[in-house]
């Protein structure tokens, strides 16, 4: 398995996360501040599942969640999609 970028995780994140919501959920979401570390996505869902779906699609295995390293690079993600307008703007 080839290691995958923060980058490429977040934008699979961000495609599944906006895959399962309504317009308007996305809506709010975009216009959510972005110096705010409150993510809004779990108002609308489990983003901890997602982001763990959008590791396993890529990668082709489950993500060991208590690897230090699977979670910097989760935590990266996360921050890139959220500060990048989730890479929908």
Same mark, same amino acid.
């Given at each position: 398995?080839?290691? *995958?970028?923060?980058? *490429?995780?977040?934008?699979?994140?961000?495609?599944?996360?906006?895959?399962?919501?309504?317009?308007?959920?996305?809506?709010? *979401?975009?216009? #959510?501040?972005?110096?705010?570390?409150?993510?809004?996505? #779990?108002?609308?869902?489990?983003? $901890?599942?997602?982001?763990?779906?959008?590791? %396993?699609?890529?990668?082709?295995? %489950?993500?060991?969640?208590?690897?230090?390293? *699977?979670? #910097?690079?989760? $935590?990266?993600? !996360?921050?890139?999609?959220?500060? $990048?307008? !989730? !890479?929908?703007?």
């Amino acid at each position: 398995m080839q290691p *995958i970028t923060a980058e *490429i995780l977040s934008r699979k994140f961000a495609e599944l996360i906006f895959a399962e919501i309504s317009e308007g959920e996305k809506q709010a *979401i975009l216009s #959510h501040p972005k110096e705010d570390m409150c993510c809004i996505t #779990h108002d609308f869902m489990d983003p $901890n599942q997602v982001i763990l779906d959008a590791y %396993e699609a890529l990668t082709g295995v %489950e993500a060991e969640v208590g690897d230090d390293d *699977i979670m #910097h690079l989760f $935590n990266t993600a !996360w921050t890139l999609a959220r500060v $990048n307008d !989730w !890479w929908q703007a």
